[in-house]
Nanobody
Framework: QVQLVESGGGLVQAGGSLRLSCAASESFFSIMYMAWHRQAPGNQRELVASITSAGATNYAGSVKGRFTISRDNAKNTVYLQMNSLRAEDTAVYYC?????????WGQGTQVTVSS
């Protein structure tokens, strides 16, 4: 079982930046795909960004050009750099990993953007 631990959330003013981290308990060699999702109160969980083991990335239209997903294979960690934050980015952000056709989730980290 893959354990994921997120960190880096917090309170930031609109226009500011945050970097989220997600540390995996296993080597990235065995993890095919990692992603960040978010869920705001009253909304469904949505995909924010993803990255494959080959480094291919994908972004939701609402964050493209502002957020960047990256991975450090040596540290088994995936990052989400969030710039130009907006009030509508306020949500709990969850890390997700895919290994052996099974998805794993972290516990989530709160991001609050004040306008």
């Amino acid at each position: 079982q893959v354990q994921l631990v997120e960190s880096g959330g917090g309170l930031v003013q609109a226009g500011g930046s945050l970097r989220l981290s997600c540390a995996a308990s296993e080597s990235f060699f065995s993890i095919m795909y990692m992603a960040w999702h978010r869920q705001a109160p009253g909304n469904q969980r949505e995909l924010v960004a993803s990255i494959t083991s080959a480094g291919a990335t994908n972004y939701a239209g609402s964050v493209k050009g502002r957020f960047t997903i990256s991975r450090d294979n040596a540290k088994n960690t995936v990052y989400l750099q969030m710039n130009s934050l907006r009030a509508e980015d306020t949500a709990v952000y969850y890390c997700q990993a895919l290994r052996d056709f099974t998805y794993y989730w972290g516990q989530g980290t709160q991001v609050t953007v004040s306008s």
